[in-house]
């Protein structure tokens, strides 16, 4: 039976191995931290993955609900390559915050999607057990504040947790820890939510029986919770009337159309089942054992192989399994689509079709020696690359692949397929509306200085100027009170777009609100130059506008200056260009006043 350390050190296990780190840690609220290494570390890695978690709980993030960033504080001597870095997620029952979960490594990369879900998931599967005391997050084999901390050549809890000395103040001397295979953590999350769906029952076990997943069917059939059946010996639950045959291989090993069992249901009664399953390897769980359980006279006259066939279509990604030959074992309708494929050619049985409409990521060809699923038989992990699908309208892509050893001991690969054209999409107009004048369409004040920030300190190194040149409506405010806010816009978007034409298509221009507009017009230091700039921009502002059968004329005040880029930043630049514009429109309003001499 697992135990609450059992518990709760798993999910620790699973974060290190999700994001590649070389270690992971939890830590409670009041500072307890409990950390494993996978692999041995330089001298006095424990006191500084204790004190990094630590000082996660004094982040910011720490009183959120997502993944943030942590760094060790480097001295003037010390080199960021070694320094270590983790990522931390809260843990949290309700609104309770219970202490962080975080990888650490000394160097991590941006997560991705199935990362950041993963790790999310995981500090909610420790807040519900921690709730309901299956796990821990305090207790014997923690560090806490003031220990001193010592990892040793051979933990004393036999799962490669460095346990606290408490009987001694003298400072500990840390051994690198010697390295040990990765301990089997749990059930992959691939497909939960089609898993948690189906109408028959899926269990996994580990090579000893011991029930690591069981999905909600199985509950179901047994009368059991889940989580109730987890930790529990296969050969408790299911029974075989062949004497001696008590073995997780023995009972669930069996190809379709599986074996009769008998299951047990908590109100003493036998339930009859058909069970079918297959060993294999899995690289977050080790060797196990994976069944799908059914009554025995639901299947009668149904195949599982078309079961299984009809569920997979059903799927959004595209999913392909291939022996170590390349032979396709599995295919789905989207897997076909997703490279272009006839959707209703057959593969399985074929040698794993290398579609000439997949691309790389930059639209260039992708080569049979390059495919993710090509790599993944050669033994690569491939997560989360970009391709596209070439075809009327091109489609992008992120495959993810793996190899995993078959039942007879060969090598076979998973690969998966995802479209993710609409998603680019939504952030690509994301992003522009974060760069872009909602109204206009032009740059806004963001994107202006950025622009400006790039090319003042391109200009410091190669030489270069720049001048900048401002706008100001001269009585705008008298269309909006004549004629309404809405005929006002259309007149701004207008002006946006006579400003446009009358510069050069690399000149940046911006509008920063109301009626005030920027161009910044990469030039020579001749003012000659940009005063003709300015002469068109004033001479096409000055048409006259047709704007709902209203005649309207608009005319603008200008100002402009001219960079130094070794002495100016962009917003000193911004405003110079502003007060250069209100020094002009003063002078024309005290030229009027004053009349004709």
Request: glycine share 10%; net charge negative; proline share 6%.
């Amino acid at each position: 039976m697992a135990t609450a350390e059992d518990r709760t050190i798993e999910p620790v296990r699973l974060a290190r191995d999700l994001c590649m780190g070389m270690g992971a840690f939890v830590v409670s609220t009041a500072g307890e931290v409990r950390f494993e290494l996978a692999e041995p570390g330089p001298h006095g890695i424990g006191e500084r993955v204790v004190a990094l978690a630590r000082s996660c709980l004094e982040r910011p993030g720490a009183q959120g609900n997502e993944p943030f960033w942590n760094a060790e504080v480097l001295g003037e001597d010390e080199s960021a390559d070694d320094s270590l870095a983790c990522v931390a997620v809260p843990i949290r029952t309700g609104a309770q915050l219970l202490g962080l979960l975080g990888v650490v490594d000394t160097w991590l990369p941006e997560l991705d999607e199935e990362q950041r879900l993963g790790l999310v998931r995981l500090s909610q599967v420790l807040g519900q057990q921690v709730a309901g005391g299956e796990a821990v997050l305090s207790g014997p084999g923690y560090y806490r504040p003031g220990d001193t901390v010592e990892v040793e050549e051979h933990p004393t809890d036999g799962a490669g947790i460095a346990v606290v000395d408490e009987s001694t103040d003298t400072e500990s001397t840390e051994q690198p820890p010697t390295e040990r295979p990765v301990e089997p953590t749990g059930p992959p999350e691939l497909l939960d939510e089609v898993i948690e769906s189906l109408p028959d029952g899926l269990v996994v076990t580990r090579e000893d029986g011991t029930i690591v997943f069981a999905n909600a069917a199985v509950g179901d059939l047994s009368g059991l919770l889940p989580e109730e059946i987890l930790g529990k010996d296969i050969a408790e639950i299911l029974h075989s009337p062949d004497p001696g045959s008590d073995t997780a291989a023995s009972l669930l090993d069996a190809p379709f159309p599986g074996r009769r069992l008998e299951l047990d249901h908590v109100d003493g009664e036998s339930l009859a089942v058909q069970v079918s399953g297959t060993r294999f390897h899995s690289q977050i769980v080790g060797e196990c054992h994976v069944a799908m359980l059914r009554e025995a006279l639901a299947v009668r006259g149904v195949s599982s192989s078309t079961t299984l066939q009809v569920l997979l279509d059903a799927l959004d990604e595209g999913i392909v399994v291939c022996d170590a030959d390349g032979i396709v074992l599995v295919a789905n309708r989207e897997a076909r689509t997703l490279q272009g494929l006839p959707a209703d050619e057959d593969l399985v049985g074929r040698s794993f079709p290398y579609s000439p409409a997949l691309c790389s990521s930059d639209g260039s060809p992708l080569t049979e020696a390059h495919h993710p699923m090509s790599r993944a038989l050669n033994g690569t992990v491939v997560r989360s690359e970009q391709l596209q699908l070439a075809g009327e309208e091109r489609r992008h892509l992120v495959a993810s692949a793996k190899p995993f050893e078959l039942e007879d001991g060969s090598t076979g690969a998973l690969l998966v397929l995802r479209d993710v054209t609409s998603q680019l999409e939504e952030e690509a107009w994301l992003m522009h509306l974060a760069l872009h004048d909602p109204l206009t369409g032009l740059a806004n004040r963001y994107l202006l200085l950025d622009y400006l920030r790039r090319t003042l300190l391109q200009f410091r190194t190669r030489g270069g100027s720049i001048a900048l040149v401002f706008l100001d409506l001269d009585d705008f405010k008298a269309i909006n009170d004549r004629f309404g806010h809405d005929v006002g816009d259309e007149v701004l978007v207008a002006v946006g777009r006579r400003i446009q034409g009358a510069v050069r298509s690399s000149d940046i221009v911006a509008r920063l609100g109301g009626d005030e507009f920027v161009v910044a017009h990469a030039a020579s230091d001749d003012p000659g130059e940009i005063e003709l700039v300015i002469s068109r921009i004033r001479k096409t502002l000055t048409a006259p506008y047709q704007v709902r059968g209203q005649t309207l004329a608009v005319s603008a005040s200008i100002g402009w200056v001219a960079a130094d880029p070794r002495h100016e930043d962009p917003a000193t630049l911004l405003v110079r260009a502003d007060r250069e514009m209100y020094r002009r429109k003063s002078e024309r309003r005290r030229q009027a006043e004053a009349g004709p001499s």
